[in-house]
């Protein structure tokens, strides 16, 4: 039974949900606090290089080198995000310009190809990966099994991550204050938060989820590393979290839905049946669209939750 | 405790000079970055400026090779840069150049057997309509249900993207090579000789038909924007709705127009790709040419003026033409990239020295606003 198309499917679409899960958590942070980052997939990128590199060149047993590369992968990506935190807070420049050119500086053809050029990173699968656990013994369970307790380390703290974010930004005093930086930065200086700490914080905790999203591909999902390993996957979470009404739980089922849309037409042709994959692989793409219209109509607009300076950069002295 | 505070204040009148010389000093601080970064790895910072320098400009046929890699980045430049002239934030070029490409290819396939001209004339016709019709897309849902076109004209690159593979990779299409060869390796199919655009000749340089058609339609922008009553309305609309409103403009179709502008002015480019370069749809090469996002980086560094605009095409061109030439084991690779993202950096942190003035505040307060205390 564990063997059935239903059961492979999902347990390769939470799989392949993981990276996007990351990313889109941290693009949530930074966006609700005002920010929207489009280097993404740079920061991914840049995460899965650096924690590669970590992997292959750091001595010790598998459960210390892993763990290392995901800081080292988190640590990447933060300072990727510095940049365009610099760029977009403090010297106010253009969010989607700056962000593009951040996709660009780090991506396939930018500094994430550089490093794992001049360190030859190309010819050798990783040294370590993280594979399935078999969490508690119940991986033979029917169908739970697979799907929840066969995964790697990187899924079960995912989870612990979506709880994290969704308590703290729905239940806590700062993750308070971060929507009401994002929401009306005006009207939270007046209440004396700092909205530039909080702006910079937020754009540096996402861009570290985005470098561990990247460390998934190459530390787990597929253990190796080549140019534009990603292979989009950042633009995905940044239409995720739109998906996701800016919610932490929704970006954990809108993650798994796109991974299960991006895992289907390899499962399905592995059995033998031939779909058309770009007619998957378009959903999740169409159905942002759709939630996007959704969200910009009238009705939308209150219930949904798109925080209301968004792309809007703060000068004290001109609101 | 007193604490030496940045104060940052809004210029009242901006200095010419700042104009060009913020640039030139941005260039400048980019370049030092990237000299240190390629020492610290170990590659000389001399050398391999002159060498990309070399490939870029001066070498045998180089020119060349950078106006075919300039063409397309002027027509994305060109298509960024009218649209975020009215602050419409179309990043969807990619995929409108995409379209621009298979509708330009679908004639071109079409009219095989008719004469060059005709088939010119159709090429462009044809990569303009399609790359129009994609970009009003995004514009129509942002004029009639206010939907934040950023997000959906990206999501449609993607989405042109997988329709470009559907055609080259998972289907018999009329574009695809059908061949015994072309089902074994898919790839476009050929298109007739009568579709490559004509080559002229500038001294010894060999300049393809479509850089003097982005010259043109760079004239077209500017007179638009500079002379005529829509480019007006157009502007006014981006910089302050309400007044536009108020003014009694008709926002609603002018958002959809200059959509339709861009993309088609993207579609060209798709066009001017299989006219003058590729001569088949190359679903692969035009996905990893990444032109439109680099477009958005050409019209930024230009500031949004279209003549700028082929000017930065040209300088980013010879800058990719040269890492293309360059690849090799021993050069970096992915340095294009790295150089590029450092200059729009630079750039974009220049620009608040444009529009405001930075000076060190003595003696203020921690906490206390430091503006009143200079008065």
């Known amino acids: ?319 | 405790m007193t604490v030496p505070r940045l104060r940052i204040e809004k210029r009242l009148r901006q200095r010419r000079w700042l104009m060009v010389g913020v640039p030139l000093g941005s260039l400048v601080v980019a370049h030092i970055a990237i000299a240190i970064l390629l020492a610290a790895t170990g590659h000389p910072p001399l050398t391999t400026f002159r060498r990309l320098f070399d490939a870029a400009y001066l070498a045998d046929g180089a020119l060349a090779s950078t106006l075919i890699a300039a063409t397309p980045l002027a027509f994305t430049g060109l298509a960024a840069a009218v649209a975020f002239r009215m602050r419409l934030f179309n990043i969807g070029a990619e995929g409108q150049l995409y379209f621009g490409a298979i509708g330009a290819a679908g004639v071109a396939l079409l009219l095989a057997g008719r004469s060059t001209p005709v088939i010119i004339v159709a090429m462009v016709a044809a990569g303009a309509a399609l790359g129009a019709a994609w970009g009003a897309i995004p514009g129509l849902l942002r004029a009639f249900l206010r939907t934040n076109e950023i997000i959906t004209s990206l999501m449609l690159n993607y989405v042109a993207a997988l329709v470009l593979n559907y055609l080259i990779f998972d289907s018999l299409s009329y574009w695809r090579d059908t061949s015994a060869t072309g089902q074994v390796f898919p790839q476009g199919k050929m298109l007739p000789d009568a579709a490559s655009w004509p080559v002229s000749t500038i001294g010894s340089v060999a300049v393809p038909f479509g850089f003097p058609l982005a010259i043109a339609a760079a004239v077209v922008i500017w007179v638009l924007y500079a002379r005529t009553r829509f480019g007006f309305e157009a502007q006014v609309i981006g910089d302050s709705p309400r007044a536009a409103r108020y003014a009694g403009m008709r926002t609603r179709r002018k958002i959809v127009a200059i959509m339709c502008l861009s993309g088609g002015i993207a579609g060209i480019g798709g066009a001017s790709q299989m006219g003058d370069f590729r001569h088949l749809l190359d679903a692969r090469g035009l996905q990893q040419a990444n032109y439109g996002y680099t477009g958005i980086v050409v019209a930024a560094l230009a500031r949004y003026n279209p003549f700028a605009v082929v000017l930065v095409a040209f300088l980013l061109g010879g800058l990719q033409n040269a890492g293309f030439t360059l690849q090799s084991a021993e050069f970096p690779s992915g340095l294009v990239g790295v150089m590029q993202g450092m200059i729009l950096f630079a750039m974009l942190g220049g620009e608040l020295l444009v529009h405001y003035r930075i000076s060190v505040a003595r003696g203020g307060r921690r906490g206390q606003p430091a503006a009143e205390v200079a008065g």
């Open chain 1, 1 to 319: 039974m564990n063997n059935s198309i239903v059961v492979v499917v999902l347990a390769s679409a939470v799989a392949y949900g993981t990276p996007l899960l990351y990313a889109a958590l941290g693009e949530l942070l930074a966006e609700r606090s005002g920010v929207l980052n489009l280097g993404v997939e740079g920061m991914m990128l840049v995460g899965a290089v650096m924690g590669f590199l970590a992997v292959q060149r750091v001595g010790g047993p598998a459960g210390l080198v892993l763990p290392v590369a995901i800081g080292v992968a988190a640590l990447a990506g933060a300072a990727a995000a510095l940049i365009l935190a610099f760029l977009v807070i403090t010297l106010r420049a253009n969010q989607i310009v700056s962000g593009l050119a951040l996709t660009i500086f780090a991506g396939a053809a930018g500094l994430s190809s550089y490093i794992g050029n001049d360190f030859n990173l190309a010819d050798n699968p990783a040294r370590y990966s993280f594979g399935p656990v078999n969490l508690f013994g119940l991986q033979d369970l029917p169908v739970l099994g697979p799907v929840v307790f066969g995964q790697s380390w990187l899924v079960y703290a995912s989870w612990l991550c979506v709880v994290a974010v969704g308590f703290y930004l729905a239940r806590t005093r700062p993750g308070l204050n971060v929507r009401a930086v994002g929401e009306s930065p005006a009207a939270a200086d007046a209440m004396g938060i700092a909205v530039t700490k909080y702006r910079y914080l937020h754009t540096l905790a996402g861009g570290a989820f985005a470098g561990v999203g990247g460390a998934c591909f190459s530390l787990a999902l597929t253990p190796q590393w080549v140019d534009g390993l990603t292979a989009g996957a950042g633009w995905i979470a940044i239409a995720l979290v739109i998906f996701a009404f800016w919610r932490a739980d929704l970006c954990l089922v809108g993650a798994y839905v796109f991974g299960a849309f991006s895992a289907l037409p390899f499962t399905l042709q592995a059995r033998g049946v031939t779909i058309t994959p770009q007619l998957f692989q378009a959903l999740p793409y169409v159905m942002t669209i759709v939630v996007l219209v959704l969200v910009s109509s009238g009705i939308g607009k209150r219930r949904l939750g798109a925080p209301g300076s968004l792309g809007i950069p703060y000068v004290r002295e001109e609101r």
